[in-house]
């Protein structure tokens, strides 16, 4: 099993950056796929971005696609979401999740969840 926490969100201006953080529990994190997830009231929850586990090969929403860079420290248990050129069609609540798949990039293929940290972007 896997524990997840986000950290890192905040309030910024559009244009601005943030790097949001997930950190897992367990000595097996590098087994796991992990993906970013993101959900605004009323809406189902968005992907965002995947790094695969072993040889990692990534993946974007076109949304982000060029802005945002999803990247992984197995030894230190955290990946990664640094996202650039913000704007306020950003703003959401982002979650960290592990899956077991080799690439995942649906939110039914994740098994793991952290609590979700906010992001909100100015205008």
């Known amino acids: 099993q896997v524990q997840l926490l986000e950290s890192g969100g905040g309030l910024v201006q559009a244009g601005g950056s943030l790097r949001l953080s997930c950190a897992g529990s367990g000595s097996t994190f590098s087994s796991y796929t992990m993906g970013w997830f993101r959900q605004t009231p009323g809406k189902e929850r968005e992907f965002v971005a995947v790094i695969s586990r072993g040889a990692p090969v990534t993946g974007y929403a076109d949304s982000v696609k060029g802005r945002f860079s999803v990247s992984r420290d197995n030894v230190g248990n955290t990946v990664y979401l640094q996202m650039n050129t913000l704007r306020p069609e950003d703003t959401a609540v982002y979650y960290c999740?592990?899956?077991?798949?080799?690439?995942?990039?649906?939110?039914?293929?994740?098994?793991?969840w952290g609590q979700g940290t906010q992001v909100t972007v100015s205008s």
């Open positions: 999740a592990a899956s077991t798949l080799r690439y995942a990039a649906r939110w039914s293929e994740y098994i793991y």
